[in-house]
Every structure is written in structure tokens, then in C-alpha cells.
């Protein structure tokens, strides 16, 4: 009855001036789950939690790493991210075979940038149903780059995409001033308390959702999961637990008086 | 022998039959119905170009001379071509396939500028280094001799690469790299390397080398090659590169000739002996 006229294809404005295409890829975003990604003055941190279609499924990679120095985060259409994870690795080996030099991160991510506008501007085609986190260390020291359908790219000191990623920035919002000057391992706590913060009532960061990847100043991108990132898990959530186990105590005692 | 130089290398029309232009593209099927040839020799070439690594940084030197054959037809060519502030390319050989390269290397330095282009120090650091520049010409060379259309041209990339440390290295027509503490192209590897190496044998003495001894170096190679080689002349350009930036002087004449020994020499030429 009141259907949208407008959204049948990404090259048609609507009167007010809106490319609902665009928007609902935007949306796709919005349903994956949670990525969060923080530099630093010598580092840059992406952390995801992954979701398991099933219980007897695998979790879907939220991680790709592209090169030596640098990688990626998604959220939303896993296959288009695939798409974009192979042009970027390609990209990266003929930066590196044709001028051996480490791709720059701003550099790489226009790219995308690039090729993703295009998608909006073609009739016929779709705009990628997916949002990413690119970070790394480049000549010019560590980067993170947020990526969106419309093609839109930033350059980000923290930032949170995904679904309930709103509580992820809030945090990083509260925390802000603290990251410049943050240690590797402070910076991985921040990254995945924001993860944590997005997280439903009924889940729990384990070793089997989390996924961590950390790059420095000369220390190449690598990515933690499971067994690998227990020892993050706890030292990050430890004291925290120890205090809510405390102040739970506390109130009960309270009550019991 | 044949004395058809267009014959040469070729396999005998004798024995295999004549060359069968049918597959040249249109563009090449002229009249001779043989391929187009004009691009793999030089015409107007610039001879040696020399250079040295010491401790902070790399002189290089090139004359001024654009040769016709034997005819000293062009006597301001500048075959040293700055690239951003950390680089400086000499090539000898064909002096419009320098040229074609220069033109290249500014659209390239252009598409650098554009995707990162600040003037801070930190966008120094990031500013594409010689060895990048290096590494991209060899791909170029290397590529076009694969398609049989070489760029005739021997060339000496210096400057400093990402860290900072002093870089010199070589590509030739055929996309064959090649670095040393001393680099010489075209009659300069015979005449002048030797003379550099004496002076600075190995990576360690460059090491050791300051920068007045190196230019002293390669001024003297320069006399030495004007002296010996016939396609040479006595205005020549001089660079220097360390992290100040490329000095880079085109105007430079040589200084304390001797010809005396040239009366020594006989044998040849116009005496009787």
C-alpha cells in the first residue's frame, strides 16, 4: 500500500533526498554482531565477538588479517567482506612488489572506499552489505579506519560497529582521553571491555567468541583466538569479577543485617 | 658475412625463408614487412653517470652532454632528475627515454603528493625512499624489456632509503639490478669504478667516508672521464643527497685540468710514430 518507490535500486534519489539502498546496507551493518577497534600512540587493537549460526556450527570469522602489517574487522554480509579482504590483499602484494614498501593504511582503505561508491553510483549494482574496521601500523605509525557501505571512510582513534555497538562506544567515549598514551596490554583490556559492554545479559566473552588482533610499531598483525586469547580473557576480566563477586557479597551482608 | 646490419642476429632467409609479417599488428606491418625496430637503439644518448655512497648520504654526477652518434649535438642535458627530497635518478643512454621516465616519475611523484601529501616531518617519513623508487623503475625496465620495446637507458638510483641510511643502486635496459658501495654506467664502470673503488673498496669504507672526500671523488672520476672518453664534455652535474635534501648543482665546470700527459700518447691518431 504505502510502498517505497525509491528503493528499488542505488542510483535513484528519493524527494527528500535519501539513496534508501545506501540506508539499508547501512542496516546489514547494524546486524552483525559487534567489532571495536582502538590505537594508541605505538599501537592499534581490533577486537569481535563471533556468533555461531548454531550451537553445533563454527563461528564466523570477524577477523581477517590482509598483510604483515595490517588487518581487518567486519561486520555484517560476510561475503562481501571476503570480496573486499581479497582486493585489499592483492593491492598489498603489488604494493610490495612493485615499489617493496608496505601498503599505507589511508592509501588502501581510499581504495575501498573507492570501489564502494562506485557500487552506489551503477545501475544494476549493490552497494557491499558490510561495515569494516582496518588497522594497522603503516611508515606513518599506527592507523584505524572505519569503512562504511556508502563508501564513506574515516580515520578513527576508537570505534565501535556492529549490532549494540552503541554501548561499545559509550564506553570507548568514557575512556577516550586514556588511549593515545595506553599500553599494548591496557589497550587490549579497553578493547575488550567495550566488547564486553555490548554484550546481552545472557552472554559472556569466552574463549570460543572472542576474537583479538594487536599490531605495533614493529610488531606485525596478529590475530588471538581461542586458546590464545584465555590469558587476555582473564587478566582483563579478573579483577572485575573479583569486584562484583565483592559487592554482591557486601549487599547480601547489607540485607542480612 | 653479411653486410646488411638489418640481417644481423637473424636467422638466414637462405635456409628458414623470409620473415612472415602476416601476425605484426597493423600499427607494424609497414612496408619493409619486418618489425619496428627504432626503439631498440638508442639516437641521442647521454654517456656515464657515476656516484658514491658515503657515510650520510650519496653523490652522483652526470655531464651535460646529449650525443648524436658521434656529433656532441645538445650540451645542456641534465641527466640527473631530483625525486621528492629523498631520491636522485641518473640515467645515461637514450635521452627521450630519460625523458618518457622523468615524465613518468613526476606523474608519479604527483600521485604521491595527492595521496599523502603533508609538509611535516612525519609525511617525510612516510615520503616514498629511493629504494621504492628503486624497486619501481626495475619493474618498469624489466617490463618493457619483456615486451621488446626496452627503454635504452642504464640508470643509478640514490638517495636514502626508509631508515634513513644512505642507498644506491642500478637498473639497466635489461631490468638488471644491481648495488654497491660505487656505481658507475656506460664507459664510466671501465674508466671511473676502478678509481672509486680504490678509494672506497668496500661497504665499511663508505661507512668511514665523509661527504668533502666523496664529492673530491667524483670530481675527479669526471676530469678523468672527459680525459678518456670521447663522448663526454666538461660541464657536468653534481648531486648530493643526505637528510637535508637533494643539493643539486647543474652548472659545474671541471677544474685543475692537465693535458700534459696527452703528449705522451702514441700510436694513434694523426702522429707518425
Known amino acids: 500500500m504505502f510502498r517505497n518507490n525509491y528503493d528499488n535500486d542505488s542510483v535513484t534519489f528519493s524527494p527528500q533526498g535519501r539513496i534508501f539502498q545506501v540506508e539499508y546496507a547501512q542496516e546489514a551493518v547494524k546486524q552483525g554482531s559487534v567489532v571495536v577497534g582502538i590505537v594508541s600512540k605505538t599501537h592499534a587493537v581490533l577486537a569481535a565477538l563471533k556468533r555461531n549460526a548454531e550451537e553445533l556450527s563454527s563461528y564466523q570469522q570477524k577477523i581477517i588479517p590482509i598483510d604483515a602489517h595490517y588487518g581487518l574487522a567486519l561486520a555484517g554480509l560476510a561475503s562481501d567482506a571476503r570480496v573486499l579482504s581479497n582486493f585489499m590483499k592483492q593491492q598489498s602484494l603489488a604494493s610490495r612488489l612493485t615499489y617493496d614498501r608496505p601498503i599505507a593504511l589511508a592509501d588502501i582503505t581510499a581504495r575501498i572506499g573507492d570501489r564502494a561508491q562506485t557500487n552506489t553510483q551503477q545501475y544494476g549494482k549493490r552497494p557491499y552489505g558490510v561495515g569494516l574496521l582496518i ?27 556492529g549490532a549494540r555497538s552503541q554501548m561499545a562506544r559509550t564506553y570507548l567515549e568514557r575512556h577516550l582521553e586514556s588511549f593515545e598514551s595506553s599500553s599494548r596490554d591496557e589497550l587490549i583490556k579497553h578493547a575488550l571491555r567495550a566488547v564486553k559492554e555490548s554484550l546481552s545479559q545472557d552472554k559472556e566473552l569466552t574463549l570460543d567468541n572472542t576474537s583479538l588482533a594487536v599490531s605495533g610499531v614493529d610488531e606485525p598483525f596478529k590475530l588471538y583466538e581461542g586458546e590464545e586469547v584465555v590469558n587476555f580473557l582473564e587478566t582483563t576480566f579478573e579483577r572485575r569479577e573479583e ?3 565483592g559487592q554482591a557479597a557486601g549487599e547480601g551482608m547489607e540485607v542480612d543485617s | 658475412m653479411n653486410h ?71 650540451t645542456d642535458v641534465h641527466r640527473l632528475k631530483p625525486f621528492n627530497k629523498k631520491a636522485v635518478v641518473g640515467f645515461g643512454g637514450d635521452v627521450s ?118 664529492v673530491a671523488a667524483v670530481k675527479e672520476c669526471m676530469k678523468v672521464l672527459f680525459y678518456r672518453d670521447a663522448r663526454s664534455m666538461n660541464e657536468y652535474s653534481i648531486a648530493v643527497v643526505d637528510k637535508s635534501g637533494v643539493d643539486l648543482k647543474q652548472k659545474e665546470k671541471l677544474e685543475g685540468q692537465s693535458w700534459a700527459f696527452a703528449e705522451q700518447i702514441k700510436g694513434y691518431g694523426t702522429q707518425t710514430v
Open chain 1, 135 to 161: 588497522a594497522g601500523v603503516d611508515a606513518r605509525g599506527p592507523h584505524l579506519f572505519e569503512f562504511q557501505p556508502s563508501g564513506v571512510t574515516q580515520e578513527m582513534v576508537a570505534c565501535g560497529i
Open chain 1, 243 to 245: 569486584g562484583d563477586e
Open chain 2, 4 to 74: 646488411f646490419p638489418e640481417a644481423w642476429g637473424r636467422p638466414r632467409d637462405d635456409i628458414y625463408g623470409s620473415y612472415n609479417p602476416q601476425f605484426l599488428p597493423n600499427s607494424h606491418a609497414q612496408q619493409s614487412g619486418h618489425p619496428t625496430t627504432h626503439t631498440q637503439s638508442p639516437i641521442v644518448t647521454g654517456t656515464s653517470v657515476i656516484a658514491v655512497k658515503y657515510k650520510d648520504g650519496v653523490v652522483i654526477a652526470a655531464d651535460n652532454l646529449a650525443s648524436y652518434g658521434s656529433l656532441a649535438r645538445f
Open chain 2, 97 to 214: 627515454d630519460m625523458q618518457y621516465l622523468d615524465r613518468l616519475l613526476n606523474s608519479l611523484d604527483v600521485k604521491e603528493n595527492y595521496s599523502h601529501g603533508h609538509d611535516d616531518a612525519e609525511s617525510d617519513k612516510a615520503l616514498m625512499s629511493a629504494k621504492n623508487l628503486h624497486t619501481y623503475l626495475s619493474k618498469v625496465m624489466y617490463k618493457r624489456r619483456s615486451d621488446f620495446n626496452p627503454l635504452w637507458n642504464a640508470l643509478l638510483v640514490c638517495g636514502l632509503s626508509e631508515d634513513g641510511t644512505p642507498f644506491l643502486a642500478s637498473v639497466d635496459l635489461l631490468g638488471t639490478t644491481f648495488s654497491a658501495p660505487t656505481l658507475a654506467t656506460g664507459f664510466g664502470a671501465h674508466l671511473a669504478q676502478p678509481i672509486l673503488r680504490r678509494v672506497v673498496p668496500d661497504e665499511a669504507a663508505s661507512k668511514a667516508l665523509d661527504k668533502e672526500a666523496a
